[in-house]
């Protein structure tokens, strides 16, 4: 439980700029003539991948030295557990979005302070647009130099709900709880777009089965919740970040938050039934 103020103006402004920095370093690859959708596998995603995390890493250790720094190259290093303040990155998230010239493709980073989080910046360079939050004061929605404050849905009832399920994994216990509901729509996504969209008020629900690492739903879980929705564990608890162990292997619920125990429930009974 956080019980201090925290003020991250500052980071906050560090990390939206270093995610556009990356995200136009991301592009120069995704536009370039040697992209060919047809013949690459993933080597383009990795160099993408590798640009935006020196990108994103190198300003963050510069700016912000005492901080630790948590993503897929440092999961195994203990000297973040002692650290108050630590970032979380995923910079590239969607490596099919990527490959398949979707642009729903991501830059992800997150701030956790003793292991709640409280700042997210999620970035679309595709689209130019960005996701932002931190504790406290909202969550905002930019694009083309406007910026919009984002509110979850109003909706209480599932058969007025839009469920967004991911769009290249079909999972048996994500398509046994859509047949059993009356949703009153189903969309398809993919990565932490996914959260943006339930933050935005376009989407409603978006169950997570199966394993992910906390630098792919960090800064979703802060955005998702400063604008009036739920991220929890299948359990219904919320979750904390810069463990040992970085992989969160029950899957999560993040919704609306009008209704989360109840679609929890929803889940558990068709678990059991």
């Known amino acids: 439980m956080i019980e201090k103020e925290i003020k991250l103006a500052n980071e906050l402004e560090i990390a939206k700029a270093l995610s556009v920095n990356a995200g136009k370093a991301i592009m120069e690859i995704y ?8 013949n690459k596998e993933d080597n383009i995603y ?25 993503n897929e190259k440092t999961a195994g290093m203990t000297d973040r557990l002692n650290k ?30 003793r292991g709640e989080p409280v700042l997210g910046v999620i970035y679309l360079p595709a689209k130019d647009i960005l996701f932002f939050a931190t504790r406290g004061n909202g969550a905002f929605f930019e694009n083309k130099g406007n910026m919009t404050k984002l ?14 399920k991911n769009k290249y994994l079909s999972e048996e216990r994500e398509d046994k709880l ?13 990565s932490s777009f996914n959260g943006c969209s339930i933050a935005k008020g376009e989407s409603d629900v978006y169950f997570k089965f199966g394993s992910v690492y906390e630098w792919n739903i960090c ?29 969160i292997e029950d899957g999560f619920l993040a919704s609306n938050g009008k ?12 678990q059991n039934g």
């Open 31 to 38: 536009t370039s003539n040697s992209f060919d959708i047809a």
């Open 46 to 70: 990795i160099n993408a991948n590798l640009k935006s995390s020196d990108i994103i890493n190198n300003g963050l250790k510069n700016d912000f030295p005492n901080y630790g720094l948590l």
């Open 84 to 113: 108050d303040y630590v970032w979380i990155v995923d910079p590239l998230d969607g490596v099919k979005e990527f490959i398949s010239g979707n642009e729903e493709f991501t830059i992800n980073i997150g701030l956790v302070y």
């Open 151 to 164: 509110s979850t849905s109003n909706k209480f009832n599932v058969d007025e709900m839009i469920i967004i």
């Open 178 to 190: 859509i047949k059993s509901n009356r949703f009153k729509e189903i969309k398809t996504a993919e």
């Open 219 to 247: 800064a979703m879980n802060v955005i998702l919740m400063e604008a009036k929705g739920e991220l929890t564990n299948l359990g219904g608890f919320r979750l904390k970040y810069n463990k040992e162990n970085t992989l």
């Open 259 to 270: 209704i989360h125990n109840y679609l929890l429930a929803l889940e558990e009974i068709d």
